[in-house]
């Protein structure tokens, strides 16, 4: 059958009485498994959902799958989770392969978007299940529950139903019922998206201390960058079921690896260019006439003289005057904004393309209204060059 | 009418209805019930209490006759078992119907809508062409050699509760594809990732979630079938008559309109205790939570 040693642990804990035993084992052992998934493919009909998709994940790791909608995150983790079996690839946890086991034999806990508590049975029993499910003794997996809903802060809610408890309640608990079992890995799709703002930061620390807590190996689903960023360990970021890039939240933002990643992750200006000479440095042709020399480091993808190409720059990182660290240019404001930490300002360059700076200390510069022409240094640290059109 | 009065009618924002616009929704509703269930069945009550004077002497007769007793009771028991036929036969339609997709589960829904299209009558008549001694049935078991002389299938009460069966079918199986159609998908899911097997995630979760459904189509077959003619007159045994038969024969062959008013009183008695009892039970499955 090829089921590993793991296999048969999760098989012995279903059999009823030797139940306990397993899950007080588990419990020791209680850590992240590591998890492999390799060209994985998923086509529904001519779709092709996942395409070629390779993730080393390490045990104990939190890791974000972000992308625009359709791009496959939540069929990557329907195979992970046994829901979708894929058309080609290997899953595998703990260097078990899970690719074709069902899902009832993998022991995963997962969270849902939409909380999916039974509404027909009670918050203790609706934790229990899954240990009901294994075979535990009404007794030991009431006081189970009750154990993982005090860890999620909802002790003394076991009796009520869940239409009873607020959306960010009913998230905690069926945070409860996921890891009640002691699994090695969590799985989430969207968790977070049915709650407002408020409540999505809460819970965005309690899922951060929870796996701190139990060092369970985590894959979270999100279209929201900012969630990603300040939870994961590291991002895959997904477009058109293929990974864009794959990093710790740092490396993404600072230095994106394609033009995709560059637009989706953050605010990015974009200036198309022409590369005229590539050597010790890159020469590039901006549309107003000017060249500049930039860092052969900027070249993120290698440059090809005679190539269109791409220049960005995030907008925090323009500084307001002249300065020699970088190159000048000029922006003829058509809004200021002010957003609250920083001074918003919109313009446009000589040639028309649009570009944002967040200056911050927003005060001194309200002397700046629409119609100026102000000058700003892009510091040359902060050029980044792909090759390629902007969309 | 001022603007703003005008303005309550139209509430698909799911705004609280003002009382005039309740009333004037429900009014042409509540007229035709008034006059064409309510009048008439408290006319027929008053009857069989004041003709041919005030007295209860037409409930005595219903009561103290064993004969009388014995339809009753053979009513509410074809009832019963047409209901548990439906249940039985349904659920697993209703259940294929609610997770299948494309042009078989297509199919199966135009064969379970389409006899709806066709009167009982018509349907009936069928099963009586069906069940007669040289009819289809007898004459493949014959050509079996699974018997020799035919059975007498039309006229018995079996005939009666299949075709009831059948003609009541659908009424059970909408209700439960309906409460199955409302379980999200993701139930199913959690279930089986949280360790369920198929089964038992069948069991814990699915079935319990579709009780209100099950509910529903027993309470619609089971009371529909309580007052059944046309089936039980064409195809049941003259022996064994139900209580709308026997209704029927007081109104137009005995012309005793008192004693058939009384028939009617027992029944109604029953079937509003009845509908009470499941009504309860459907208020019990609300409270275990079917809002979310
Ligand atoms: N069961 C299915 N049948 C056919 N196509 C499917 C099915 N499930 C997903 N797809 C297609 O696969 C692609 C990826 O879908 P998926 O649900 O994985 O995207 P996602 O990244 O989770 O998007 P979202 O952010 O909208 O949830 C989409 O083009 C989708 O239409
Ligand atoms: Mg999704």
Known sequence: ?391 | MTEAGRSHFWHSDGRRLSGLSTLLLLLPFFTIIAFVFVYPILQLLVISILEPHPTLDNYARVVENPVHMRVLMRTLWTAMLVTALSVVLGFPVAYYMSRAKGTVAALVAVCVILPLWSSVLVRTAAWSFLFQRNGLINSALMSLGLTSQPFKLLYTQSAVVIAMTHVLLPFMILPIYGALRSIPNDYGRAAAVLGATRLRTFLEVILPLSLPGVVSGSLLVFLTALGFFITPALLGSPQEMMISTLVSKQIREVLDWPFAAALVGVLTVFVTLLAIIFSKMLRFDRLMGNAS
Do not use: C
């Open chain 1, 1 to 391: 059958m090829g089921l590993g040693a793991r296999g048969r642990r999760i098989e012995g804990k279903t059999e009823g009485k030797r139940g306990s035993v397993n899950i007080v084992s588990a419990r020791q052992s209680a850590s992240g498994a590591s998890i492999r998934i390799s060209r994985l493919e998923k086509r529904f009909g001519a779709v092709s959902a996942v395409d070629g998709v390779d993730i080393d994940i390490a045990a104990g790791e939190f890791i974000a799958l972000l992308g625009p909608s359709g791009s496959g995150k939540t069929t990557i983790l329907m195979s992970v989770a046994g829901f979708e079996f894929p058309t080609s690839g290997t899953i595998h946890v703990d260097s078990e392969d899970l690719t074709y086991v069902p899902s009832n034999r993998r022991n995963l806990g997962m969270v849902f978007q939409n909380y999916t508590l039974f509404p027909h049975m009670s918050i203790l029993d609706n934790v229990a299940f899954p240990l009901k499910m294994r075979g535990l003794r009404t007794a030991e997996r009431h006081a189970r529950a009750e154990a993982a809903l005090a860890t999620v802060r909802l002790a003394g809610y076991g009796h009520r139903r869940p239409n009873e408890l607020s959306g960010g309640q009913q998230q905690r608990v069926a945070l409860a019922r996921a890891i009640v079992y002691q699994p090695r890995v969590l799985l989430m799709d969207e968790p977070l998206s049915a709650l407002d703002k408020n409540l999505r930061e809460d819970m965005q620390l309690e899922i951060k201390r929870l796996h701190a807590e139990l060092g369970i190996t985590v894959i979270f689903v999100t279209h929201d960058q900012s969630e990603a960023l300040t939870m994961a360990d590291r991002i895959a970021v997904l477009r058109d079921g293929k990974i864009q890039q794959i990093g710790p939240a740092r490396q993404l933002y600072e230095r994106p690896a394609n033009l995709f990643t560059a637009g989706f992750i953050g605010e990015m200006n974009f200036v198309d260019v022409r590369v005229e000479s590539v050597g010790d440095d890159v020469a590039v042709a901006l549309p107003w006439g000017e060249t500049w020399r930039l860092p052969a480091t900027a070249a993120v993808e290698p440059a090809v003289a005679g190539e269109a190409a791409v220049l960005a720059v995030r907008p925090e990182r323009l500084q307001l005057g002249v300065s020699p660290a970088g190159q000048v240019i000029a922006v003829t404001l058509s809004d200021v904004v002010y957003a609250g930490a920083a001074l918003l300002l919109i313009g446009h360059l000589p040639d028309g393309t649009e570009m944002r700076a967040r200056i911050p200390g927003a005060s001194q510069l309200s002397s700046l209204v629409p119609g100026d022409v102000a000058s700003f240094t892009i510091p040359t640290e902060a050029m980044l060059l792909y090759r390629g059109k902007r969309r």
